[in-house]
């Protein structure tokens, strides 16, 4: 027997209830098609088309299956239902984009597009191309080789000699947009000459030329055709794409193309041929363009032929599923089919989720109202993936089964109430209401078009039983429940604030005047935190009866002090008061941080914690290790830290030893809570790595420049560098040292000694003092120069001397000369006297009755070089 509901149902179906059945889920009008955008374009837009129907139409965009969170992400945006991407980003924006269109009645999932990024390399190299030798009438094959590329669709042309000279395609010259290469069937002495692959990306316009390539021509006779441009053995096809085949001979004379089907149907009329015959164009390809196709090439000669089969590869349709409209508890089938090579693989989507479906058919025995939704049939192979959907719509009279109205719902007198009728039923059902067997006016109350009951400032007469009736094509159904008003809750006892010392006991009161019909709880929070009695049983009990909600708290400690809040609640209202209770000495300091640490010192801040009504006084700071025995005292700077000072330095602390700190506060009442501790923190320790790579440089007799490489990053601070230096391994008090601070890896030291061998070794320092050194390594000073000035020429002038002499140059190992010492001694008198110049001669005034000796040195920072020989001067 039919029952009569679903005889409508049968009826709808048929169209009688067509104004009452639409089917609204979102349908796709245009989805997103896959990109090729230019790499290098940072202030170009990229739009992803994705338009749906269906009302409303909010839509999701996912990347690489991840939600895309337009909300946060500034760069991209939605406009209707398309994706909008600003300041393209190569590595964030590749990809697989896919919309999501919802509405209340289901969610449908659009095809996958890719986003790619065109680029385009330059020929790797530049240099010529080997020359190409063939004889007059053969054929030739110029290779183009294109760089690397990603992305978009390449185009290519060939230059013949020079810029502009494009080299036309005819019956005897093709180029294959497939590999760049270019074709000559047959060559003629016109061909001599520099051929030159331009490759153009057809996205970013951007043209990249090869180095030329010589043709030079050798004679031959005639020869048959040869095919050298051929398309595949199998060639998969999408329907309504555009199929291109090339195909192109060698021979002499210049071969002829023609083309044709194997099974021997003529061509349509929308099938094309390019670039004398060799370009065969099939637009829009449907089903019954698929088959054989070949290519002959012919002339006197002979003839030769490729052929190739183009089949439909990619999935499409050939049954689909449709909309459709089934009473609840019946069955529904749906199967889609779809044809592809290799045989595509099915799954199906409810409103955009995957559903586990076997063999391409959707089954469901006994259909219910959350079966209603758009659903989408997928079929995939390696070639591509297509998308069908539809909606089911599941019809059923009224049901209140799930969501039925409360029995008994209490209001508070004056306050808001709503009911809410919310049945299953599809079409949706209208929903009137009845106080006790009264219908119910919409001027009465607040009715939604939802179906909500609003009463607003209730009222002793409001309370009564409330009915609500839903109704559709189908049937009808109703919930009841009844509402009962209440007097408000009074506190007729709160909780006042209050000042106590730590280890007395209190009570603070919480006490309500209530409506009998209603239940009452009490909850205590402190300082935000619901109180757990059980757990905190030691300090905290509730007493009192069921009216009565009072706190004892016993043995008061420090962190007893804060806000309490008693809380009441009813079924229809919450109420609350609170007290606020000081405890005596100070609470705990917070935050104590350690700013910054030494080998030996901690500068550490905290924020003060509550005076509880009486002034902080002071501070007291403690530490420990992993050697103390708990918490101790340390010495601080300044000594005594007043209750305004919220910083504080410790001294006296050991090198290399982990710290943790704490702060106590002092007032008149005593000392407080400590703080909590402090982060663990390690004093310095003298650098646990040596500089390398020391190099010295001598610079003169007396300097030594020192260049290091920098210590890596390591867990002491590095505060400078020192550098050691001693003249002699067995003599440690012959020992000098520099040091520098900061990051400089350069020293100079000065007041050597000349011609001395040095030692010398790099540490890092820090507060903790100098780390290891480094490998000593020697190194010896310059010395003075061992040439004495030679070519001493003199010449006198009455009683005037004038001395020249040759320079002398010092060697890589002596120190640079800076001037000379002219020794002049007199014979009578004994005595030596000396000039000094920087200069190669001299002049000196003599008097003229005396014998001279005398010599010249060189002179340097490592001291005084070898004299010259002796220059005698008698008696004048």
């Known amino acids: 027997m039919v029952l009569p509901w679903k005889q409508i149902v049968l009826l709808s179906i048929t169209g009688c209830l067509a104004d009452d059945v639409k089917f609204q889920g979102p349908r796709l009008r245009t989805e997103p098609v896959d990109l090729v955008l230019p790499i290098n374009s940072p202030n170009q837009q990229a739009t992803i088309i994705c338009d749906a129907e269906g009302s409303p139409t909010p839509q999701y965009w996912s990347l690489n299956g991840t939600l895309i969170d337009l909300e946060n992400d500034y760069r991209r945006r939605m406009s209707g239902g398309s994706l909008i991407i600003s300041n393209l980003d190569k590595d964030r924006d590749s990809g697989i984009y896919q919309c999501k269109a919802f509405n209340a009645r289901g969610a449908v999932l659009s095809r996958k597009a890719s986003v790619q990024f065109a680029d385009l390399d330059n020929f790797k190299t530049q240099t010529v191309r080997s020359t190409v030798n063939v004889r007059e009438g053969q054929g030739v094959v110029l290779l183009c080789g294109p760089p690397a590329h990603s992305g978009a669709e390449l185009t290519f042309a060939w230059i013949f000699n020079q810029y502009p000279h494009f080299v036309q395609q005819d019956s005897r010259r093709f ?140 999935p499409h349709w050939f049954q689909t599923m449709a909309d459709t409209v089934l009473s609840i508890h019946q069955k529904l089938f749906w199967e889609c089919k779809a044809t592809g090579k290799p045989k595509p693989s099915y799954s199906w989507l409810k409103n955009g989720g995957r559903i586990q479906i076997e063999n391409g058919a959707l089954s469901i025995p006994t259909l219910n109202l959350s079966d209603s939704g758009m659903y989408q049939c997928v079929a ?124 007395e006991s209190i009570v603070l009161p919480c006490q309500i005047a209530s409506d009998p019909a209603l239940d009452v709880s009490f909850s205590w929070a402190f300082n935000g935190q619901l109180i757990d009695f059980q757990q905190d049983s030691d300090h905290f009990e509730r007493v009192g009866g069921t009216v009565s909600g009072d706190l004892m708290i016993r043995n008061i400690q420090l962190n007893h002090g804060g806000k309490y809040v008693c809380v009441i609640d009813t079924e ?78 410790v001294v006296g602390l050991n090198a290399w030893v982990e710290y943790e700190f ?6 008149n009442v005593g000392l407080g809570e400590p703080s909590p501790a402090s982060a663990k923190t390690r004093t310095e320790d003298t650098p646990s790595v040596a500089p390398k790579r020391v190099v010295p440089r001598i610079v003169s007799a007396t300097q030594i420049e020192v260049i290091w490489e920098a210590v890596p990053d390591i867990a002491e601070r590095v505060l400078g560098y020192e550098v050691v230096y001693w003249e ?149």
């Open 728 to 876: 002699d391994d067995t003599k440690p008090d012959t020992v000098g040292k520099v040091r520098i601070s900061g990051n400089d890896t350069v020293v100079n030291i000065t007041g050597l000694n000349a011609n001395t061998a040095y030692y010398l070794a790099v540490s890092a320092c820090n507060t903790a003092g100098p780390g290891p050194q480094s490998v000593p390594i020697n190194i010896t000073t310059k010395k003075p120069p061992d040439r004495a000035p030679l070519n001493v020429q003199w010449s006198m002038i009455g009683s005037t001397l004038s001395l020249h002499w040759d320079p002398v140059l010092a060697t890589e190992k002596e120190s640079h000369v800076t001037g000379y010492m002219v020794l002049l001694k007199r014979h009578r008198h004994n005595d030596l006297n000396y000039f000094v110049t920087n200069k190669t001669s001299v002049e000196l005034s003599l008097p003229g009755n005396d014998n001279y000796l005398i010599q010249i040195k060189a002179t340097s920072e490592g001291g005084e070089g070898a004299g010259s020989e002796p220059v005698h001067i008698h008696k004048l």
């Open 572 to 649: 229809v209202e919450n109420l609350s008061t609170s007290a606020i209770l000081i405890v005596k000495p100070p609470g705990p300091p917070d935050k104590v941080t350690v700013e910054e640490i030494t080998d030996s010192t901690a500068q550490l801040s905290w924020t003060p914690g509550r005076d509880n009504g009486s002034p902080i006084t002071g501070y007291v700071i403690q530490g420990r290790t992993p050697f103390t025995v708990g918490w101790q005292a340390v010495e601080t700077v300044p000594e005594m830290v007043n209750g305004n000072t919220l910083t504080a330095t």
């Open 175 to 314: 180029i294959s947009q497939e590999t760049g290469s270019l074709y000559i069937a047959k060559v003629e002495p016109s061909d001599v000459g520099n051929y030159t692959c331009v490759v153009n990306n057809t996205i970013t316009e951007e043209k990249v030329f090869s180095s030329p390539t010589p043709l030079v021509l050798r004679v031959m006779g005639e020869y048959e055709p040869k095919i050298e441009v051929h398309f595949p053995d199998s060639i998969p096809a999408a329907k309504e794409s555009l199929v291109k085949l090339e195909c192109f001979a060698l021979g002499s004379p210049v071969p002829e193309i023609s083309w044709r089907r194997t099974s021997g149907v003529p061509f349509p009329s929308k099938v094309k041929t390019k670039n004398s015959n060799a370009v065969l164009e099939i637009p829009n390809f449907q089903q019954e363009d698929a088959g054989t196709y070949e290519c002959i090439a012919e002339n006197r000669r002979g003839k030769n032929a490729a052929r190739g089969r183009i089949s439909f590869h990619k």
């Open 662 to 667: 704490r702060v106590v506060a002092r007032n």
């Open 380 to 503: 995939e192979n390696k070639h591509g993936v297509i998308y069908s959907s539809a909606q089911l719509m599941v019809l059923s009279p009224p049901s209140f089964s799930k969501s039925p109205l409360k029995a008994l719902v209490k209001a508070r007198l004056g306050s808001e109430v709503i009911l809410e009728c919310k049945p299953q039923a599809s079409p949706p059902a209208i929903s009137l209401w009845k106080k006790d067997n009264e219908m119910l006016q919409r001027n009465e109350m607040t009715l939604f078009s939802s179906g909500t009951l609003k009463i607003t400032n209730v009222s002793r007469s409001d309370a009564a039983s409330y009915t609500c009736i839903a109704k559709n094509q189908f049937g009808s159904a109703s919930t009841t429940g009844r509402l009962l008003v209440t007097e408000p809750t009074r506190i007729t006892m709160r909780p006042t604030n209050l000042e106590i010392i730590v280890g």
